[in-house]
């Protein structure tokens, strides 16, 4: 029978995977899910735990950026962009980001549907155009989905973008995306700027107005890119350097969690530049990172499992796992037997259903699909 188990579960890993990226991956992964696990735990468990944790989704943005830039730029320097290589581009990263992200939107509506009172699907259609917070706060329900639209509006824009530029200004794709990246670089930190300047007072809805917000974050996808064009252009510094980068990375990572540069919660500083300090640090990584090709032993394998299955924890973790899973077991008489067993327990079967029903997702689900996507191509 546990034979049975893990053969359903096991997953075949590429040996052509990049290690060290897997390494970011999963660390982002590991500490969204482990942030998200602390809401089960009492608050005194909650700041200990805090401290060593990192912003995922910060990491997740530059990643992103990181490797969709690559795949952009190597694209544009070997064909002449049109709209047909910007539609297979979108098929390509809609079969890679849209089932899973539908799966689970469908799923969440219809269970609330049946069992909350007074709920309309109708009011949540912005998720299926990823509009449900373009310049105004994300809803409470799928709260997960907020990173998720800056992502997709990222892979919208990108190519349409490049493609105005390269057709109207007869440039050079290497000067285009430089342009691309920093225009928006600078122009979403001056949207913070502005924001902040127009403040009377700090707004309840402060953490969303400056982070959560399509039309205040992209630039921290566009780190990413800006680390795509260095790698492609200037290869041979890219990694020439990796290890005074490396340093760079951590200092700053160092600075974020002491706080060794004090700065005002709802300060200047903070509102305005602490995600661009986040995205840098995370770039500053990459270099060393994407150098680290291969792994082995149990370390390996744990982090590209998760690695591979990291979409899929990240969707299911909050909204499906702890909101419809575990509040609809019973957990009385555990609780009134021991309370430490309640709380490791339950803690426990957040972690266990996580990652087995993020691998089923992804085995069964996710990957059919990717393999459909190799034969989908517009001619």
């Known amino acids: 029978m546990i034979f049975f188990f ?6 075949e890993i590429n040996p052509e995977r990049n290690y060290g990226l897997d390494i970011l ?3 982002a992964i590991l500490f969204v ?12 468990r909650r700041h200990v735990i805090d401290f060593f944790l990192f912003d995922g989704v910060a990491i997740f943005f530059v990643l992103s950026g990181f490797l969709i830039g690559r795949i952009l730029i190597r694209t544009l320097e070997r064909q002449e962009i049109n709209f047909k290589l910007i539609l297979n581009f979108w098929i390509r990263r809609w079969f890679r980001t849209l089932p899973n992200y539908f799966l689970i939107l469908v799923l969440l509506l219809i269970l609330n549907f049946i069992f909350t009172d007074d709920f309309s699907i109708q009011k949540y259609r912005c998720y299926f155009i990823f509009s449900q917070n373009l310049y105004y706060n994300h809803p409470k329900f799928f709260p997960e ?3 998720l639209s800056i992502e997709e509006w990222f892979y919208l824009l990108i190519p349409i973008i490049l493609l105005i530029i390269l057709k109207s200004l ?6 285009t995306v430089l342009l691309t990246a920093l225009s928006i670089l600078i122009g979403v930190t001056a949207l913070r700027y502005f924001r902040f300047n127009s403040l009377t007072d700090i707004p309840a809805n402060w953490g969303q107005l400056f982070f959560g917000q399509v039309v205040s974050r992209l630039d921290s996808i566009m780190y990413g890119v800006i680390g795509a064009y260095c ?3 200037f290869k041979q510094s890219w990694y020439k350097y990796k290890v005074l980068f490396l340093c760079l990375g951590i200092i700053l990572f160092v600075n974020i969690k002491f706080k060794i540069i004090n700065y005002e919660e709802f300060g200047f500083y903070h509102s305005v530049f602490s995600s661009s300090v986040y995205a840098l640090a995370t770039l500053f990584l990459l270099p060393f990172l994407s150098s680290l090709k291969e792994g082995k032993g149990f370390v390996y394998r744990f982090i590209t499992y998760i690695s591979l299955i990291s979409y899929s924890m ?5 909204s499906v796992v702890q909101i419809w ?3 609809n077991i019973d957990w009385s008489y555990l609780h009134k037997f021991n309370g430490y067993a309640f709380l490791l327990i339950r803690y426990a079967s957040y972690w266990f259903f996580t990652i087995v029903i993020s691998i089923l997702i992804y085995k069964y689900f996710e990957i059919p699909l990717m393999n459909l996507r190799d034969k989908i191509k517009v001619k």
Not at 6 to 11: M, Q, V
Not at 34 to 44: F, Q, R
Not at 170 to 175: F, G, I, Y
Not at 314 to 318: D, E, G, I, K
């Open 314 to 318: 990240y969707l299911l973790n909050l």
């Open 25 to 27: 991956r999963a660390l």
């Open 231 to 233: 790698f492609y252009y």
């Open 145 to 147: 989905a907020w990173s």
């Open 33 to 44: 899910v482990t942030k998200h696990g602390t809401y089960l735990l009492p608050s005194e």
């Open 170 to 175: 007869s440039t050079t794709v290497r000067r």
């Open 325 to 327: 899973i575990l509040k």
């Open 6 to 11: 893990f053969k359903i579960l096991h997953i």
